[in-house]
């Protein structure tokens, strides 16, 4: 089993920064894709970001790029993203994710595991 668990979420204001941490557990968790989705009130989940276990294969969604960055600690099992020039649009609970394939994250195909999620709130 993988569990993952997000931290650093908070409020705000717009043109600010956070980073947000997910840390997973489970032995085979180091070589998975991991990957961040978003869900706004009354809107769809949507996909943010992810990175290929070898960290050689990195996928935005558009709405994201130039803004955010994912990385992740292989040492530490730890997927970050780093949010700057938030706007409200961004406002959001932000899901951590894992999967064997970086395809599955970045294309809609289900997931494996999911973490509980964080909220982000940004404010005007």
């Known amino acids: 089993q993988v569990q993952l668990v997000e931290s650093g979420g908070g409020l705000v204001q717009a043109g600010g920064s956070l980073r947000l941490s997910c840390a997973a557990s489970?032995?085979?968790?180091?070589?998975?894709?991991m990957g961040w989705f978003r869900q706004a009130p009354g809107k769809e989940r949507e996909f943010v970001a992810a990175?290929?276990?070898?960290?050689?294969?990195?996928v935005y969604a558009e709405s994201v790029k130039g803004r955010f960055t994912i990385s992740r600690d292989s040492a530490k099992n730890t997927v970050y993203l780093q949010m700057n020039s938030l706007k409200p649009d961004d406002t959001a609970v932000y899901y951590c994710?894992?999967?064997?394939?970086?395809?599955?994250?970045?294309?809609?195909?289900?997931?494996?595991?999911w973490g509980k999620g964080t909220q982000v709130t940004v404010s005007s």
């Open positions: 994710a894992a999967d064997p394939s970086i395809l599955s994250l970045s294309r809609g195909r289900p997931v494996k595991y």
């Open positions: 489970g032995r085979t968790v180091s070589s998975y894709a």
């Open positions: 990175i290929s276990w070898r960290k050689d294969s990195i």
